[in-house]
């Protein structure tokens, strides 16, 4: 192959005239071989005309995008073509041979770089380039690329990602080497969609110039996709609204006891481990509060607001029955001491008995029996009355059953009860405008 090559550039065409070129200081100064002439020094005749090289980038996949890391991995295709004035031939001469494909190392190649890029490609470079009867070289270059590319995570899930691709050279300037589009943005973005492989989905990609800076010209490829949902909404938006419907469903749980507070207390951890889950996610260097983050808190706040509501209302329940227990212990109190006086003026006359008893020791058996009767008597009387006060003990507790609820049970009800419709609306109110700042176009 390398004979056929040192063939064609024997029907080398050199031009004639004034223009001096870099073939002809190192000729004279006789640096190089034939080799090395052409693949160390840009192809021109005239070192003053620059090379044009025309560009054409098609990203194939889409590979990863880090939010955390700010960086956009993807798999790009990269075409360029450009013309060497001295590689030229008759293709009748050689039996109609219009094109060949010679080492990559034989001749020279232009240093595009992607100025994006974070690490090195280690993919196997394409080892050959093809060459063309009429002086126009091409070459083909596949590679994996890890760029930087500042993410806009406002509307995370809902979001649209723009990253951008600069192809420039490192060490020509723009007199020396320009870069020209080889097909235009349509083109391009058609192209792209029709092979592109990724979980997000392609919008379109666009290029152009951008002005010269340093010196030195660039192309840039401006990729925009929009980033598939639906595992987001299934695993992250859609489980806080579930604990948000837990949350409005404790409303019917009764306030007595303490399981109404520890069910909420219960539902504000599980929102604070999906807010733990984002954090992960999100990149803690972003200029402004992303709406999910807004969503998570306001879901949050809103739950413990909806708990020390429920606290307040058992609070004032609590101080309500603690009332009416110190108020039934009183009465108790003033009905056992009334009882007790009754006993004692009722034990009077079996008293009396008694110590008539003792002074006539030898009475006679009916006079001891009939003081019997009137003891047995007395404890009937005592019995009756321990009966009517456990009766009125009773009567006193279905009384209070079915009485009318105290002063502050009333407020705390009527508290609920508002609080629940203004809850709702707050909440109603702040999912709509959130959700409507997710789904507003982009302007």
Same mark, same amino acid.
């Given at each position: ?11 080398? $065409?050199?031009? *004639? ?23 160390? %020094? ?27 890391? !700010? ?42 770089? %992607? ?6 490609? #280690?993919?196997?470079? #394409? ?56 097909? @235009?943005?349509?083109?391009?973005? &058609? ?9 997000? *989905?392609?919008? #379109? ?29 299934? #695993? ?10 837990? +949350? ?43 709406? %999910? ?19 307040? $209302? ?15 212990? @009183? ?29 006539? !020791? ?14 047995? +008597? ?15 003990? &009773? ?16 407020? =705390? ?14 909440? =109603?109110?702040?999912?709509?405008? %959130? ?6 176009? +982009?302007?």
């Amino acid at each position: 192959m390398k004979t056929v090559v040192l063939a064609l550039m024997v029907l080398v $065409v050199v031009s *004639q005239g004034t223009n001096v070129s870099y073939e002809d200081v190192l000729k004279h100064l006789n640096l190089t071989k034939t080799k090395e002439l052409y693949s160390m %020094i840009r192809p021109v005749k005239d070192y003053r005309e620059p090379t044009r090289v025309y560009l054409e980038m098609l990203l194939l996949a889409v590979l990863d995008v880090r939010e955390m890391d !700010q960086t956009f991995v993807s798999f790009i295709q990269i075409y360029m073509k450009w013309e060497h004035p001295h590689i030229c031939w008759d293709p009748d001469q050689f039996d109609g041979l219009y094109k060949m494909r010679v080492p990559a190392d034989l001749l020279w190649k232009p240093d595009v770089t %992607i100025e994006e890029m974070l690490e090195k490609d #280690n993919s196997v470079p #394409n080892p050959f380039i093809t060459i063309q009867w009429n002086g126009y070289v091409t070459q083909t270059r596949e590679l994996m690329v890890v760029s930087s590319c500042k993410m806009n995570i406002y509307k995370f899930p809902f979001d649209t990602q723009s990253c951008t691709l600069s192809l420039s050279s490192m060490a020509y300037p723009v007199e020396e080497l320009r870069f020209e589009f080889y097909k @235009d943005s349509e083109m391009v973005t &058609e192209m792209t969609r029709q092979r592109i492989q990724s979980d997000w *989905q392609f919008m #379109n990609m666009t290029v152009q110039y951008r002005p010269q800076l340093s010196q030195k010209q660039s192309v840039i490829y401006t990729i925009t996709m929009k980033r598939n949902q639906g595992v987001f909404i299934t #695993n992250f938006l859609v489980p806080i609204m579930f604990l948000y419907c837990l +949350d409005l469903a404790s409303f019917l749980m009764s306030d007595s006891g303490g399981e109404k507070v520890s069910f909420k207390v219960t539902v504000l951890l599980a929102v604070t481990v999906m807010q733990l889950l984002l954090n992960e996610m999100l990149p803690s260097s972003s200029d402004v509060v992303p709406l %999910i983050a807004v969503y998570c808190i306001g879901m949050f706040g809103l739950m413990m607001i909806n708990l020390l509501e429920t606290i307040l $209302v058992m609070y004032l329940i609590e101080k309500d029955s603690a009332s009416d227990k110190q108020g039934n212990y @009183d009465g108790d109190v003033k009905k056992w001491t009334q009882c007790v006086r009754w006993c004692k003026v009722s034990d009077d006359p079996p008293s009396e008995l008694l110590s008539m008893a003792k002074e006539e !020791q030898r009475g006679e058996l009916m006079e001891e029996s009939k003081s019997l009767e009137k003891l047995l +008597d007395a404890l009937s009387e005592a019995v009756k009355a321990l009966s009517l006060l456990l009766s009125r003990k &009773e009567e006193r507790k279905r009384r209070k059953e079915e009485r009318k609820p105290g002063y502050w049970t009333r407020v =705390a009800r009527k508290l609920d009860i508002i609080f629940f419709f203004v809850y709702v609306t707050v909440s =109603a109110v702040f999912l709509v405008v %959130i959700f409507s700042k997710w789904t507003k176009e +982009d302007e």
